[in-house]
């Protein structure tokens, strides 16, 4: 998204809001994690097996026990659905 101030292109830093809730011994996590830093995609990391609060916060808001769940501004994926990723963090492959 572009905005035009006093003549000037400037390029508006749009960034979604990306968390990942995870365990440490959760293979599809990591794979999730990798292919979210080769597209230089920030990301908040929640492991539920050291936080009880927040694997409340993920089974609330997914319905699942499963990791990883993704939350990208709002929205919840469950799984590495790469698809879906994609989708809301418009990135093109």
């Not at 979604?16 to 995870?22: D, N």
């Not at 097996?49 to 089974?59: D, F, G, I």
């Not at 929205?75 to 879906?84: A, L, M, Y």
Request: charge should be neutral; aromatic fraction near 8%.
């Amino acid at each position: 998204m572009r905005n035009h101030v006093e003549g000037k292109n400037i390029l508006k830093d749009y960034r979604s809001k990306v968390r990942i809730f995870t365990t440490s011994s959760c293979p599809y996590c990591y794979t999730l994690k990798e292919f979210l830093k080769e597209h230089n995609v920030e990301f908040e990391e929640i492991d539920v097996s050291k936080n009880e609060k927040a694997l409340k916060e993920m089974v609330r808001k997914s319905g699942q026990m499963g990791v990883p769940v993704v939350e990208i501004d709002g929205q919840i994926v469950i799984g590495f659905d790469k698809e879906k990723i994609c989708q809301l963090l418009d990135i093109k492959e």
